[in-house]
């Protein structure tokens, strides 16, 4: 009977020992199966989840608009006061909703080239009111034209036109005329106009955005749709130096194993640069943890505070001698029209900027540009579910019997070997008789 216990416990305690040792090297191998499956995954070309979801976006993908309305206009121009504005939203536009284009492989670099179709759909259901309400504005023709013409004829005809015709510093148009575009009537009296119609997104419907070629992961998974060229090349043209350069991806998605440590470097036509985000915190996202990375506001300062943006300084007059920041002349990307871009209400500018506009209230929270990543993989809102019962539940399951294998086992192992050594130490029951 002692054998018979003794035996059992000792059993116990190799099982146990199974089990933990079991745990342990499930550890790096499921890692390694789960990394493996990704890397299959995430590839972009046909059968793979990321492809399927890389082509069309799964999910709805929206671009909302804050109008600033003047609230002042004739004050602003008899009495040069400052500027009052009033801002009103969001008007929402569905977009990204029509596939990519011309996809081809070249497996020769493990690249896949395509084009990105633009349109907008308005969605009365998200916005504050229609695509007819009015909003007082800069007369964008006004402004541009002095600049999109040179020549020292034009610019004498345009002073004249400005000064004898009713056109002033600012008009009414509606949201869907100054998105996407109208004829103006003082550019039909500009000799040879390069164009009458104006829109702070003219042209956009029935157009595409690229040509881009990035990399399928094919080769290297860590390249997984960061851009090779665009538009057939490795620079824009637009700036001077490495400011010039297309680095990482579109910012529809990222390479695999994101890691906190990283920086995310993304190029948007959008701002007519690369640009580049960091970690900040973890995010609950669907069910789904994600990792937030924002666009930090070092990455708007002026070459003063951060002398890598030197490049980015294009003029010196409205910048102060490069001394202000905040806000990026993209004009030599827009056809010379006196463009420029920031962050909203200003923030992270240089107080001289905003100092002449009242009602603007810069927030953190409201007005930072972030990305949210999900560290292993690509996915989309309504694909939420899918990606958590393929991807991410998975991982979950398989971390789950790990731990259980582990604590399980070594729980039995520690257990039956206490209770081995206790009936070792125990004097036995039973008389032995030796007889000679």
């Given at each position: 009977m002692g054998c018979d216990r003794n035996c059992g416990l000792i059993a116990g305690a190799v099982i146990g020992a199974v089990l933990a040792v079991l745990g342990g090297i499930l550890m790096p191998v499921g890692d390694m199966l789960v990394a493996k499956t990704i890397k299959k995954e995430v590839v972009l070309e046909e059968g793979t989840i990321a492809y399927k979801n890389w082509v069309k976006t799964g999910t709805e993908v929206y671009r909302q608009f804050w109008i600033f309305d003047v609230q002042n206009p004739q004050e602003v121009v008899v009495n040069s006061s400052n500027i009052k504005v009033k801002q009103r939203g969001p008007y929402t536009y569905r977009v990204r909703f029509l596939a990519k284009e011309n996809i081809t492989q070249d497996p020769?670099?493990?690249?896949?080239?395509?084009v990105q179709p633009n349109a907008a759909i308005f969605e009365p259901s998200l916005s504050v009111g229609t695509e007819n309400d009015t909003f007082t504005v800069?007369?964008?023709?006004?402004?541009?034209?002095?600049?999109?013409?040179?020549?020292?004829?034009?610019?004498?005809?345009l002073n004249s036109l400005i000064k004898k015709s009713k056109s002033s510093m600012f008009q009414t148009r509606t949201l869907k005329e100054l998105l996407w575009g109208y004829k103006d009537p003082f550019l039909s009296l500009v000799p040879y106009p390069i164009s009458t119609t104006v829109g702070v997104f003219f042209p956009y419907n029935n157009t595409v955005d690229g040509v881009y070629k990035v990399f399928n992961g094919k080769d290297n998974i860590s390249n997984v749709a960061i851009i090779d060229t665009y538009k057939g090349k490795r620079n824009l043209s637009y700036w001077q130096s490495y400011c010039d350069m297309i680095n990482?991806?579109?910012?529809?998605?990222?390479?695999?194993?994101?890691?906190?440590?990283?920086?995310?470097?993304?190029?948007?036509?959008d701002i007519c640069r690369s640009i580049y985000a960091v970690f900040e915190s973890e995010v609950d996202l669907k069910g789904i943890p994600v990792y937030r990375f924002i666009l930090p506001a070092r990455a708007f300062a002026s070459p003063v505070q951060n002398?890598?943006?030197?490049?980015?300084c294009t003029e010196k007059i409205i910048s102060?001698?490069?001394?202000?920041?905040?806000?990026?002349?993209?004009?030599?990307?827009?056809e010379g029209k006196p463009v420029y871009i920031s962050l909203p209400h200003f923030l992270h500018a240089s107080p001289?900027?905003?100092?002449p506009i009242e009602g603007l209230s810069p927030n953190e929270e409201e007005h930072r540009t972030y990305l949210d990543v999900e560290p292993t993989g690509t996915i989309g809102?309504?694909?939420?579910?899918?990606?958590?019962?393929?991807?991410?539940?998975?991982?979950?399951?398989?971390?789950?019997?790990?731990?259980?294998?582990?604590?399980?086992?070594?729980?039995?192992?520690?257990?039956?070997?206490?209770?081995?050594?206790?009936?070792r130490s125990k004097p036995s029951k039973y008389m032995k008789i030796y007889i000679a």
């Amino acid at each position: 009977m002692g054998c018979d216990r003794n035996c059992g416990l000792i059993a116990g305690a190799v099982i146990g020992a199974v089990l933990a040792v079991l745990g342990g090297i499930l550890m790096p191998v499921g890692d390694m199966l789960v990394a493996k499956t990704i890397k299959k995954e995430v590839v972009l070309e046909e059968g793979t989840i990321a492809y399927k979801n890389w082509v069309k976006t799964g999910t709805e993908v929206y671009r909302q608009f804050w109008i600033f309305d003047v609230q002042n206009p004739q004050e602003v121009v008899v009495n040069s006061s400052n500027i009052k504005v009033k801002q009103r939203g969001p008007y929402t536009y569905r977009v990204r909703f029509l596939a990519k284009e011309n996809i081809t492989q070249d497996p020769e670099d493990n690249t896949v080239s395509f084009v990105q179709p633009n349109a907008a759909i308005f969605e009365p259901s998200l916005s504050v009111g229609t695509e007819n309400d009015t909003f007082t504005v800069l007369n964008l023709a006004v402004a541009a034209a002095p600049h999109i013409y040179q020549n020292a004829f034009v610019q004498v005809v345009l002073n004249s036109l400005i000064k004898k015709s009713k056109s002033s510093m600012f008009q009414t148009r509606t949201l869907k005329e100054l998105l996407w575009g109208y004829k103006d009537p003082f550019l039909s009296l500009v000799p040879y106009p390069i164009s009458t119609t104006v829109g702070v997104f003219f042209p956009y419907n029935n157009t595409v955005d690229g040509v881009y070629k990035v990399f399928n992961g094919k080769d290297n998974i860590s390249n997984v749709a960061i851009i090779d060229t665009y538009k057939g090349k490795r620079n824009l043209s637009y700036w001077q130096s490495y400011c010039d350069m297309i680095n990482g991806t579109d910012a529809a998605s990222f390479p695999p194993f994101v890691e906190k440590s990283r920086t995310l470097r993304f190029f948007s036509s959008d701002i007519c640069r690369s640009i580049y985000a960091v970690f900040e915190s973890e995010v609950d996202l669907k069910g789904i943890p994600v990792y937030r990375f924002i666009l930090p506001a070092r990455a708007f300062a002026s070459p003063v505070q951060n002398p890598d943006n030197h490049c980015f300084c294009t003029e010196k007059i409205i910048s102060n001698n490069c001394t202000s920041y905040g806000v990026l002349d993209i004009g030599k990307c827009k056809e010379g029209k006196p463009v420029y871009i920031s962050l909203p209400h200003f923030l992270h500018a240089s107080p001289d900027i905003s100092e002449p506009i009242e009602g603007l209230s810069p927030n953190e929270e409201e007005h930072r540009t972030y990305l949210d990543v999900e560290p292993t993989g690509t996915i989309g809102d309504e694909k939420a579910e899918m990606f958590r019962s393929k991807v991410t539940g998975k991982i979950k399951l398989l971390g789950l019997v790990e731990i259980v294998l582990l604590s399980v086992g070594v729980v039995m192992f520690v257990a039956f070997m206490i209770s081995y050594c206790a009936c070792r130490s125990k004097p036995s029951k039973y008389m032995k008789i030796y007889i000679a």
